[in-house]
């Protein structure tokens, strides 16, 4: 359990930070839209891995074409994932090496300037000794004339020097910086860029294809750890089959029904005879 612990822990780990690379990248390359790519990328980063986990679960249990194109999503993925990755690393060399170079046009501006500066010095010397020494007054003429401009060419490719010595002194601490990469390219013989390029590739070849791997190695080792849990409790019930359950008798006390009658008194309401007065009726009789 604790190596699987591991193998989820790292599956995390790699694919997160692959997943930040390529959504960092690819919202970079298209920054207008920055959060829409951020979100967008998120949410198929998720899907890929989820993608490969459902293709390795129910591989059996899924029709062709859904197969053919989950697997086709997932290295298409993989492939974004990548290019992502790839706009990620780039834009961080070349944020890093710019300064270098940078530096490195400065000091060919410089180099570029003092050999003119040092061409026009030998330009003036050569004026000067064409001429012949019988020509004194001539030659000292032009060396006067000269005089002020080569003593300036002079100055200035001594402050060449000195500026150019400067800017290779920042060069090497910038060099230091992204030393890695150089010495890698001079060990290989080629230019800093070539080898930033391939060095990025090794890296994104292994990056995102290492994380889905990682992806279906946890899918892997859980659906064999729950095998083996199914099979362990298998044999469990063949070794220790359940015992017949014991019947206990208890006791039960008898408790005889008594009914009981609860004569109740009820009033009844008794009619009152109202006596009423009879009118006396009296017949006369008449003889005739």
């Known amino acids: 359990m604790f190596f699987i612990f591991l193998l989820v822990l790292s599956t995390i780990a790699i694919a997160g930070s692959a997943a930040y690379f390529s ?11 920055f959060w829409a790519v951020v979100l967008m990328g998120g949410s198929l980063e998720a899907g890929k891995l989820i993608a490969a986990s459902y293709l390795y679960r129910y591989w059996d249990r899924t029709n062709w074409f859904l197969k053919t194109y ?8 993989m492939a974004l994932t990548s290019g992502g990755i790839f706009g990620y690393l780039s834009s961080g060399y070349q944020a890093d090496v710019l300064p270098l170079k940078q530096l490195e046009s400065q000091i060919t501006l ?46 200035r490719i001594k402050e060449l020097d000195v500026e150019v010595l400067a800017l290779k002194q920042k060069q090497i601490k910038t060099e230091a910086h992204i030393g890695p990469i150089t010495y890698i390219a001079k060990a290989f013989d080629a230019p800093t860029d070539e080898a930033t390029k391939w060095l990025i590739f090794l890296i994104i070849f292994a990056f995102d294809p290492m994380a889905v791997a ?18 362990a409790k298998a044999q469990a019930r063949l070794l220790n089959p359940p015992s017949q359950p014991e019947v206990k ?26 006596e009423v007065p009879v009118e006396k009726i009296v017949y006369v009789t008449k003889e005739v």
């Open 214 to 231: 990682l992806t279906l190695a946890v899918n892997i080792a859980l659906r064999r750890r729950e095998e083996d849990m199914a099979e």
């Open 110 to 155: 410089l180099e570029d300037e003092k050999v003119r500066a040092i061409q026009r010095k030998t330009d003036i010397d050569k004026q000067i000794s064409q001429l012949p020494p019988k020509y004194v007054t001539s030659r000292l003429r032009l060396i006067k004339g000269f005089q002020a401009e080569q003593k300036l060419v002079t100055d």
């Open 23 to 33: 959504v960092y990248g690819l919202a970079n390359t298209f920054s207008g839209v």
């Open 249 to 274: 008798y208890v006791d039960r006390e008898v408790v005889k029904e008594v009914t009981v009658e609860v004569i109740k008194e009820v009033p009844v309401e008794v009619e009152k005879i109202v």
């Open 70 to 77: 989950m697997m086709a999503g997932v290295f298409a993925l």
